[in-house]
């Protein structure tokens, strides 16, 4: 493995990691948070972070390590055989699952159903009993697949 292509793993394995930082901050403590407050509040506070989330910096961690991801399983298809090849091709593939895959086929669609409610009416109160728990187990997945990849890569960086 090249000096770059060993500079691009490390550099998307700590995004993949960082990634995987702010997910499991949400399962830890902050959805736990979340649902200590009245569903107004929860559904509040979660509307507010749902927009601040999708902001340029962080955007560019969970997106541009995506792309980093599929640029390093180009070059690793390119150079079957290698010892790094199977290491970087699985991390880029539960980076990709986690990052991309889960969280817009599970978490995103969650936040877009809680988008448009008013947080003090009933039904946001009968959304969020069944958001909180629907949105932390799509979290947990997304956290473990994210944590997997920056694992994965940094085992090619030492293979």
């Not at 993949?16 to 830890?28: E, I, N, P, R, Y």
């Not at 999708?54 to 390590?65: D, R, Y």
């Not at 199977?86 to 599970?106: E, F, N, Q, R, S």
């Amino acid at each position: 493995m090249s000096r770059a292509v060993q500079l691009v793993t490390l550099v998307t394995a700590l995004g993949c990691g960082l990634s995987a930082g702010v997910f499991f901050a949400f399962s830890s403590f902050v959805m736990p948070a979340l649902h200590r407050l009245t569903p107004a509040q929860g559904v509040a506070a979660m509307q507010q972070i749902n927009k601040t989330a999708v902001g340029p910096l962080f955007m560019a961690v969970l997106f541009g390590s995506a792309l980093a991801c599929a640029g390093l399983v180009v070059w690793a298809i390119t150079r079957w055989g290698e010892p790094a090849v199977p290491w970087i091709i699985a991390g880029a593939a539960l980076y990709i699952v986690g990052a991309v895959l889960i969280t817009g086929g599970g978490n995103v669609p969650l936040n877009d159903a809680l988008a448009p409610l008013d947080p003090a009416s009933a039904q946001a109160a009968a959304k969020w009993a069944d958001f909180v728990p629907d949105w932390s187990l799509w979290n947990h997945l997304r956290t473990l697949c994210c944590l997997g990849g920056a694992a994965a890569l940094v085992v090619a960086l030492i293979v």
